[in-house]
């Protein structure tokens, strides 16, 4: 069988160089192999330290992968995304291929499309088209390739990284082939356009790390992660351009807005008192763009430190950090309630609605 399935591979790798059907950029799913190596084709991989799925090479027609979705791939002329389609359809959302950072050696993951720099590709072709090279976009002197030499490798994988873009050669990683699976026949992809704390309105402070939410545990009103539920009121939070303050919407007794965020300098757990204007409650949104959309750093003013989360769960300052997959001070903001709302009772809330958006 496995030799039948190799022989299969061999006669659709002909077909590359003979058919205009295999052509990444007609939006079809297919499968992406190495013109070094047909018999390798691209995948995706759980990196559970991290949690997001990685780029990752796989043996295309072996027994226990053949016809898996996970090396199915379209090209989205629209955003030049490169799609997934088993997460695509595991998670009902569109998952693309991003780079970590626009810089060498950076990291290839998985993830939700965005459609921001970090997700876009361009296809250089050779052959008249029958092979191609993916450049990233944002840098385009680095391309897709994958770790050491393995790509040529009957059985072992690797991950892929952005590395130099070299030119046309049989022996080179970078250069790939596109077999045609099935007829793509959903939407063109749309950018996305992430939430903004710094636009004011009520919502969550999710922890790119692990997920979890800032929150205010309730003796001593001290800053914490814990995990994010619609109905607590505890990691409500708004960013107040007038001000620089961000303020709290149970403290106190559920008026919202009347608690600030307070930042006593280093190695003092950040906490939630009343509004007085003074520089510890000021700060600053720094925004940033990576490979799952936009992310938020909390900057205290006056100074170059930013909110980060402790030992998993208390929140302190400390210096401003550069985008780490590891880090935590990067957060996500998720709309919770606009900032109209900020005086209004909880009591009449309820009995306005039981239903708001997230």
Not at 7 to 28: A, E, I, K, R, Y
Not at 71 to 94: C, G, I, M, V
Not at 279 to 288: C, H, R, T, W, Y
């Amino acid at each position: 069988m496995l030799l039948l399935n190799q022989l299969l591979l061999f006669l659709q790798g002909v077909l590359v160089f003979t058919s205009s059907v295999n052509d990444l950029g007609s939006g079809d799913w297919g499968h992406v192999s190495f013109a070094v190596n047909p018999s390798k084709c691209y995948d995706v991989r759980w990196y559970s330290s991290v949690k997001y799925h990685q780029l990752y090479t796989a043996v295309c027609y072996s027994h226990s992968s053949f016809n898996q979705k996970s090396l199915e791939w379209r090209y989205d002329s629209n955003t030049h995304q490169l799609q997934n389609r088993d997460l695509t359809e595991a998670f009902q959302t569109p998952y693309c291929l991003a780079a970590e950072t626009l810089s060498h050696n950076s990291k290839l993951w998985v993830v939700p499309c965005k459609g921001n720099i970090h997700f876009k590709f361009i296809l250089r072709d050779e052959l008249g088209g029958r092979t191609y090279q993916l450049v990233l976009e944002g840098n385009q002197r680095y391309c897709v390739e994958f770790y050491g030499s393995y790509a040529r490798h009957s059985t072992s994988l690797s991950w892929g990284h952005v590395y130099s873009c070299q030119s046309w050669s049989t022996s080179s990683e970078q250069w790939i082939n596109y077999v045609r699976t099935s007829n793509y026949n959903g939407p063109s992809l749309q950018p996305v356009v992430d939430p903004d704390f710094a636009t004011g309105n009520w919502g969550t402070l999710k922890l790119r790390r692990d997920g979890k939410c800032l929150a205010v545990e309730s003796v001593y009103l001290k800053l914490q992660t814990r995990e994010c539920l619609d109905n607590d009121e505890a990691t409500k939070f708004r960013y107040d351009p007038a001000t620089f303050e961000i303020k709290s919407w149970k403290y106190p007794e559920r008026t919202g807005g009347q608690g600030c965020v307070t930042a006593n300098g280093r190695n003092h757990q950040l906490y939630v008192t009343r509004c007085t204007r003074s520089p510890a409650q000021k700060f600053i949104i720094k925004n940033g763009s990576m490979f799952t959309g936009i992310y938020q750093q909390l900057g205290c003013y006056g100074n170059n430190d930013c909110v980060y989360i402790h030992g998993g769960l208390r929140a302190y300052s400390s210096s401003c950090q550069r985008f780490s997959t590891t880090s935590t001070q990067f957060f996500e903001f998720n709309f919770w309630r606009s900032a109209h709302l900020s005086m209004v009772p909880m009591a009449v809330l309820n009995a306005q609605s039981t239903h708001f958006p997230m």
